[in-house]
């Protein structure tokens, strides 16, 4: 898997408006779908998957969300990247009681089901280094998230 063949530009959205995080997941979702990356199902799918399986991951200072649901769902593997000017609320992976503030999420759907285990691993891997979720925080725009993604992301992909 090539990060080139998954990370789109149209797909980073770098200044959503979410209330909480199932409205993010609703906006970000709806997105691949429009864009026909994913099945209508898919919509529902990454709702139902959050709520039984959540995604936050609790790292030191800067948090994120990276959810995903199975690969029936989806039509062309891709990932979906947003940042949300305000913290929503998303509990922690494996520990679905802890609360931790997320303003940055990393959504994926894989058409590969076997291949889900590796992106993920991955993308925990990237978004362990504090510096890589400050930059994407910070980012001037969806064009510097794209560049910050593809480069570490990528990197991460390619040693995997």
Same mark, same amino acid.
């Given at each position: +898997? ?25 906006? +970000?979702? #709806? ?8 099945? #209508?199902?898919?919509? %529902?799918?990454? %709702? ?10 609790? !790292? ?15 039509? %062309? ?9 305000? $913290?929503?609320?998303?509990?922690? !992976? ?12 990393? !959504?994926?759907?894989?058409? #590969? ?26 980012? #001037?725009? $969806? ?18």
């Amino acid at each position: +898997m090539k990060i080139e063949d998954i990370l789109k530009a149209e797909c980073i959205l770098g200044n959503i408006e979410a209330p909480s995080k199932e409205a993010a997941l609703k906006i +970000m979702a #709806e997105k691949l779908y429009s864009l026909g990356y994913v099945k #209508e199902s898919y919509i %529902q799918a990454i %709702q139902d998957r959050e709520a039984n399986y959540p995604s936050g991951l609790p !790292m030191e200072d800067l948090k994120i969300a990276i959810p995903h649901t199975d690969a029936d769902h989806v039509n %062309q593997s891709v990932i979906c990247f947003a940042r949300l000017p305000e $913290d929503v609320e998303f509990s922690v !992976m494996g520990d679905p009681d802890q609360k931790i503030p997320v303003r940055l999420i990393s !959504m994926f759907a894989l058409k #590969e089901k076997k291949k889900i285990g590796d992106l993920l691993e991955t993308l925990i891997t990237t978004y362990q280094d504090n510096n890589v979720l400050k930059a994407l925080l910070n980012a #001037e725009d $969806d064009t510097a998230i794209y560049n910050i993604l593809y480069d570490n992301v990528g990197k991460n992909l390619k040693a995997s």
